[in-house]
């Protein structure tokens, strides 16, 4: 690591993300600050902070890169039937602050949504950068739950979670529907899991992400933070 540079609060400059190391993949640089101009420019260039409470700030770009083309959600015949069953509601942006926590203390794993993570990215959505979508159940409860942040048309996924059976793979399927329908070019995954990869999600290169983030960040969405795709409303089923 101390061959990473170490980046300045004083300035929001990142090094060429073809620059990140091999081993650990994608790992770029250290340090700075996760103040919301920094971690802007970061998607943009196709960088993401990821680190626990016990290191510093780590950003990252691996390769390759995986993320979904939002027409090319993938559902299985088992998702297909509980999504007919029409159990859940889904919302956007109706309770961003409890998405984000559920998303860290619902990991069995572990989290790398500190407390400094969860305040930066609550300080996105209040500047309108970062947005969630939900599932509640018939007795109005949150179920499920996916945040990240978009730019241009570019949507970058963070984290999701699931207390009911199928509850993150519905809100995974909205949203990707619901970004195909606003003209948006990706869902940003970050890195595989067999998870993403069951949904559709697939690998490409860094140097592919890259090129489509040039084009596509800097081109205004043009649309309010609304649901208006939902299933049973249109051919899915």
């Not at 007795?139 to 979670?161: H, K, N, P, Q, T």
């Amino acid at each position: 690591m101390s061959a990473l540079p170490w980046l300045d609060t004083r300035s929001h400059w990142f090094p060429d993300p073809e620059t990140a190391l091999e081993e650990p993949d994608g790992l770029l640089a250290i340090g700075g600050d996760l103040h919301p101009e920094r971690l802007i420019r970061a998607y943009s260039l196709g960088i993401f902070p990821w680190f626990s409470d016990d290191q510093p700030i780590l950003w990252w770009s691996p390769n390759p890169r995986c993320v979904l083309f939002p027409s090319r959600v993938h559902i299985a015949r088992s998702l297909r039937r509980r999504l007919n069953r029409d159990e859940l509601r889904i919302t956007v942006d109706c309770a961003f602050e409890d998405v984000i926590r559920d998303c860290g203390r619902l990991r069995a794993e572990g989290t790398w949504i500190t407390g400094d993570m969860e305040a930066a990215y609550c300080h996105l959505h209040e500047l309108g950068h970062a947005h969630s979508f939900e599932a509640w159940n018939a007795d109005g409860e949150l179920v499920g739950g996916l945040y990240g942040v978009a730019i241009g048309r570019c949507f970058f996924g963070e984290s999701m979670f699931s207390r009911e059976r199928d509850a993150s793979k519905i809100v995974f399927v909205h949203v990707a529907r619901q970004l195909e329908r606003w003209g948006y070019a990706l869902l940003d995954c970050q890195v595989e899991n067999s998870h993403l990869l069951s949904l559709g999600a697939e690998r490409i290169s860094r140097r592919r992400f890259l090129a489509i983030l040039r084009e596509k960040v800097d081109r205004p969405a043009g649309h309010d933070w609304r649901m208006d795709w939902f299933w049973g409303r249109e051919s899915d089923t």
